[in-house]
């Protein structure tokens, strides 16, 4: 068992839970509406308790206690949905369309948490001039609280994927450092070359590797698995599948044909990933991405894999949930390294008050 306690809100799978779980915390409490989601998070984090529920309408002292009992909350981790920031506008923070939002806000006041971490997308920083980000950072000074965010792009800490994500990151009890970027960006090629291919076959749900392990990252990944789950392909009709047999590595629908560059007409489309990069940001399954090397769309593991989820953190529901679950994740090894500078805080904390 870990030293520090924390609860996840709006935790959808539990991505980064699972990060701060791997850190060396106590994961207690996940919060979330998404039924199926809630049922992985429980598969993945054993032990932990969940709340199935409208969070606008879940208290600390009527709802957690009873669940997690005299334990001490020392985070809260969460990433709240931002769609009503963007429909309200700048002076109307307190807009019942911002009720998530306000719903982690309320619930930080009302557990007075050592730390906190809100996670969400970049474009909330500039959103109406950066008002709704100044917003969150005086609510949550006037609480006592120093708060800073960053920016910060997941392949830069060990995830094969360039997803970029603002991280805010409060604390009462004293200055909290952001990880530093590794050295190392680990590619497409480096993440997925060991799982089957899938190129006669859809697959079943325990496969057999591909390969042995070819490199650090991923012997990470098959660390605890024996057999590849979630590895299911999509069915094709033969049309797609030829028109994604002429994006090469790396291209996108610029690469095809005059009469197949229309066929579907946002940038993103027929983008073939990168064989020697990170990924661009896994959706949650809109499926305009293909494998670097085969004429297919990635399965959910391989969306995992690109997501640092390890091999053995297995995915419920039918295909489009899981899509769903994966894409809305934070990377767990991004979270891991946010978690590890969040424990350091503690740490020195208590080292100051012992």
Not at 3 to 26: H, M, T
Not at 144 to 152: A, E, K, P, V
Not at 229 to 257: F, M, T
Request: hydrophobic share 35%.
């Amino acid at each position: 068992m870990g030293k520090y306690n924390v609860i996840d809100l709006f935790c959808g799978c539990g991505g980064l839970s699972y990060g701060f779980e791997n850190a060396g915390f106590n994961v207690l409490l996940g919060i979330d509406n998404d039924a199926k989601a809630l049922e992985t998070f429980e598969k993945n984090h054993t032990g932990s308790k969940t709340i199935c529920g409208d969070i606008t309408n879940i208290h600390f002292d009527s709802d957690f206690k009873n669940l997690i009992g005299n334990k001490n909350i020392d985070v809260i981790i969460g990433g709240p949905p931002c769609q009503g920031m963007s429909l309200s506008g700048p002076r109307k923070f307190e807009d019942p369309r911002n009720k998530l939002y306000l719903s982690y806000i309320r619930l930080v006041e009302e557990i007075r948490p050592k730390m906190f971490v809100i996670e969400n997308v970049p474009g909330l920083v500039t959103l109406f001039g950066g008002q709704i980000k100044d917003n969150i950072i005086k609510i949550f000074s006037e609480m006592g609280y120093s708060i800073q965010y960053r920016i910060l792009c997941a392949s830069d800490y060990g995830v094969p994927q360039n997803r970029k994500r603002v991280v805010f990151v409060g604390s009462r009890i004293g200055e909290f450092q952001y990880p530093k970027p590794k050295s190392e960006k680990i590619t497409c090629k480096m993440a997925l070359s060991d799982l089957p291919a899938l190129e006669s076959e859809l697959g079943n749900d325990a496969m057999n590797y591909a390969t042995r392990a070819t490199n650090d990252y991923q012997k990470i990944m098959r660390k605890n698995s024996k057999y590849v789950r979630n590895h299911i392909a999509a069915n094709h009709s033969e049309q797609v599948k030829k028109i994604i047999s002429l994006v090469p590595d790396g291209g996108n629908y610029k690469d095809l044909p005059e009469e197949y560059v229309h066929s579907r007409n946002f940038h993103v489309a027929w983008t073939r990933f990168s064989s020697d990069k990170p990924a661009p940001t896994i959706d949650t399954g809109h499926r305009h991405h293909f494998h670097y090397k085969y004429n297919r769309v990635p399965t959910v593991r391989e969306c995992a894999r690109l997501q640092s989820f390890p091999d053995d953190f297995i995915f419920l529901g039918n295909k489009t949930q899981q899509f769903r679950q994966v894409g809305n994740a934070v990377p767990p090894i991004m979270a891991q390294e946010i978690a590890k500078m969040v424990i350091r805080t503690l740490d020195s904390f208590d080292e100051q008050n012992l």
